[in-house]
């Protein structure tokens, strides 16, 4: 059949089945139970939907976009099951076809539209917030706080910005002056910022409650995030800009920003004490176990460490980057689909990650292809609906592809806490040896509390637990979150995390105070 046949056949069969359905529809209000009816509408709705998708498929192929792509082809052969949908024939530099779009953005829409949108029920509008538009210093002061941006150079030519908080929401009158309290610095995690630690609000958000507990509290930025896109050599649309992984942040990033606190608080305040507590959450905790195991000389600059669903050993992951895994090593692949540069994985490939990450239903759908929330986990007990917009404004905040590859390398090598892998060769060259070697926690003095939940994806028991035990020397300990269902973004985010998170860090902090 030729496809100005198929166009055909579709638009009468269309037809008929809205007016059958209508039909239906017509007697079902009638004779039916809310649910009974609701839950028609559901399924009505869907099949018009499917519909939908089968028509944009078969206009696809007629415009010839409906081949796999050979690399595709032969990741399928790898044993991933990609299928059409997962790798679209474009360059790595678009984001996928979309519905009304052509290779340049321009395809017309297609002529079909479903009978059934005017019944969806309407969600409840979710009131702006102006934090979602906000910068990390001035969602802060829009609550009431001090806030400061600091600017500073890494010592392979990374410019980095850092937000500091350093006094409550009370004044830094009534708390003695600036930076009085101890110094507290917060590492985001992964495809994340600085904005992290306030998007909650007050009374919620961690930066702000340990501000308003008399911290002096200081928010990193890693290269290549939304506060950190400059270098003193490379713009950021160079490959050279991106050549690097968390590796990088932690033998750089951190130690130079450690270096600066201690430097502004010795010339604001002649303050030369060595008291600094990091809080690390996700990719922050394994920037500051890989500077402490490589660079033992930063353990006596710290006096203790905080680890928010630590990540180092990766071998019981169950998050949907464990499929990205078999190809870490493919480079070819890798930088056709996931970008060369930064992270930016085209549309396709975050659904079908996320076929496997989040319940797609249509209140959902949009969170699930959220890049966090689709390698991270999605808990619909801690979620809070007003929140999410302000998330999205802030998330991703954006990284390299080395080092989400960096994470998947490690799922592959047997969750080993390893350097990053440039293959035999360029091992050999660089380590000496045809692998990478690993990271010597015995390096590691400083005491660490561990921090993990149940249900987390990328921070599992079973992966806490080996870190535990080579961390046993100096160990605070390992702290279970008491909840089942809490994952790995609720650290952060989750209704409870100021009850059954924070209250503990805080106990756990005075210790060292």
Not at 456 to 479: C, E, K, Y
Request: aromatic fraction near 12%.
């Amino acid at each position: 059949m030729g496809p100005g046949k198929t166009a055909r056949s579709h638009g009468g069969v269309k037809s008929r089945t809205i007016v059958t359905l209508i039909a239906l529809l017509a007697i079902t209000r009638q004779t039916a139970a809310d649910g009974l009816f609701d839950n028609l509408i559901s399924q009505l709705m869907t099949t018009a939907a499917t519909a939908q998708n089968y028509l944009e498929e078969a206009y696809d192929q007629r415009q010839g976009r409906g081949t796999v792509p050979p690399s595709a082809a032969s990741a399928v052969g790898a044993g991933m099951e990609l299928g059409d949908e997962l790798l679209p024939t474009t360059p790595s530099t678009t984001t996928g076809f979309e519905p009304g779009s052509t290779t340049h953005g321009t395809r017309a829409p297609l002529p079909f539209w479903n009978p059934f949108v005017w019944l969806r029920p309407k969600a409840p509008s979710i009131p702006y917030n102006p934090d979602t538009d906000l910068s990390t210093p001035e969602i802060a002061v829009r609550h009431g706080y001090q806030a400061e941006s600091h600017t500073l150079k890494t010592a392979d030519g990374y410019l980095l910005t850092v937000h500091r908080l350093p006094c409550g929401r009370v004044g830094c009158g009534a708390q003695g002056g600036k930076g009085t309290g101890q110094p507290v610095f917060l590492q985001h995690g992964l495809l994340s910022s600085s904005a992290d630690w306030l998007l909650s609000g007050p009374d919620k958000a961690l930066a702000f409650i340990l501000a308003d507990a008399g911290y002096d509290v200081w928010l990193g930025n890693a290269r290549g995030n939304t506060y950190s896109r400059k270098h003193v050599s490379f713009s950021s649309d160079e490959t050279a800009f991106w050549d690097f992984s968390w590796h990088e942040m932690a033998m750089y990033d951190i130690p130079a920003e450690i270096d600066y606190v201690y430097g502004m608080r010795e010339l604001e305040r002649n303050d030369t004490t060595r008291n600094l507590l990091y809080v690390g959450h996700s990719m922050g905790t394994t920037m500051i176990f890989a500077l402490l195991a490589s660079r033992p000389e930063y353990n006596e600059k710290l006096e203790a460490v905080f680890a928010l669903a630590p990540v180092a050993f990766m071998g019981h992951v169950k998050s949907p980057i464990r499929l990205l895994a078999p190809f870490s090593h493919d480079i070819e692949m890798i930088l056709k689909f996931f970008g060369g540069n930064e992270f930016m994985p085209q549309n396709k490939i975050i659904r079908y990650l996320a076929k496997y990450g989040c319940e797609l239903t249509e209140a959902e759908k949009y969170i699930c292809e959220n890049t966090v929330f689709v390698l991270c986990g999605f808990d619909k007990e801690q979620y809070n609906a007003t929140l999410m917009p302000v998330i999205f404004g802030h998330t991703p905040a954006g990284t390299s592809t080395k080092t989400v590859v960096h994470y998947a390398q490690e799922i592959h090598n047997e969750g080993n806490f390893q350097l990053f892998d440039y293959g035999e060769h360029e091992n050999q060259r660089r380590y000496g040896r045809a692998t990478p070697p690993g990271y010597n926690l015995e390096n590691i003095s400083t005491p660490i509390a561990l921090f993990y939940a149940n249900n987390d994806w990328l921070a599992g028991p079973m992966d806490v637990a080996n870190l535990f035990n080579q961390l046993h020397r100096t160990s605070i300990g390992m702290f279970k979150i008491p909840n089942d269902n809490f994952n790995h973004v609720d650290f952060l985010w989750g209704n409870d995390a100021p009850e059954v998170v924070y209250k503990q860090l805080m106990m756990l902090m005075q210790r060292y105070k």
